[in-house]
């Protein structure tokens, strides 16, 4: 199964997040997965991959031409495409996996996150998203969700799409089933 993950690219991070990170990309290889990420080797995004390479997992990073060309470095190891952008980017990560998680991040992670959850609940893709929900950061992010479906603004629940998971193990228990 191709697994992509979405997460920060900051390198300025409380190490429980990478740790997590690597903790994940490590059990992704164990189980015989392909990792699809962002491909740069920076913050959560380069620790992921990292581990995963160091476990022997395949994995498949999409880069861009202009963060290329601003000096950012592939993670060594990895299967690297280039898009034009960040939208085909987004788009050829979705198109090559089965299975989506997301780390904690920023704008990009939220971006992608909803993208493709969204994409879930209109039907357009068949795919299990989980939140890896490190130290409580998706919490909040959880609880407006819920009041959302609660209120009636969702549709449909949105955990019909999307599990919220402590632990790497957890999660991709979920994944499989």
Known sequence: MNICVFCSSSSNLDPM???AADALGREIARRGHTLVFGGYDMGLMGAVARAAVEESGRVLGVTTKGLSAKGRAAVEGIEEECTADLSARKE?????SDAFVSLPG?????????????RA???EIEAKSALFD???FFAP???LLDDATARGLNSTDWRAHCGLFGNAQELLDWIEA
Request: charged share 30%.
């Open 92 to 96: 050829r990560m979705v198109e090559l």
């Open 106 to 118: 920023g704008l990009g992670t939220f971006d992608e996150f909803f993208s493709v959850i969204s």
């Open 121 to 123: 609940k209109a039907g």
């Open 134 to 136: 490190v130290d409580d």
């Open 141 to 143: 992010l959880a609880e």
């Open 17 to 19: 997040y990478t740790e």
